[in-house]
């Protein structure tokens, strides 16, 4: 059974910083393309960062900059560290890894 959780989210003034994690279990991490997503009130799901299977990264041009992806395959787990938030940023984060998804975690910036 392939299961994904998201952690790291929480409350970071503007301009803070934030590291989520994607954990994996059920699958290799490394034979698929990692994807985060944010959802926030009101809005549709959006694209945020991918790295892909053979490790290129890419980001929506939003973020681009301040988000940054890494992975540890010997963990399974996919990590997002967020510098420099902004209220733009608060959301609802997802990651997937087609075609599963995980629950979210809830990012909230304060002014």
């Known amino acids: 059974q392939v299961q994904l959780v998201e952690s790291g989210g929480g409350l970071v003034q503007t301009g803070g910083s934030l590291r989520l994690s994607c954990a994996v279990s059920?699958?290799?991490?490394?034979?698929?393309?990692m994807i985060w997503y944010r959802q926030a009130p009101g809005k549709e799901r959006e694209f945020v960062a991918t790295i892909t299977s053979s490790g290129s990264t890419y980001y929506a041009d939003s973020v681009k900059g301040r988000f940054t992806l890494s992975s540890d395959n010997a963990k399974n787990t996919v990590s997002l560290q967020m510098n420099s938030l902004k209220p733009g940023d608060p959301a609802i984060y997802y990651c997937n890894h087609a075609p599963y998804w995980g629950p979210g975690t809830q990012v909230t910036v304060s002014s």
């Open positions: 059920g699958r290799t991490l490394s034979n698929y393309n």
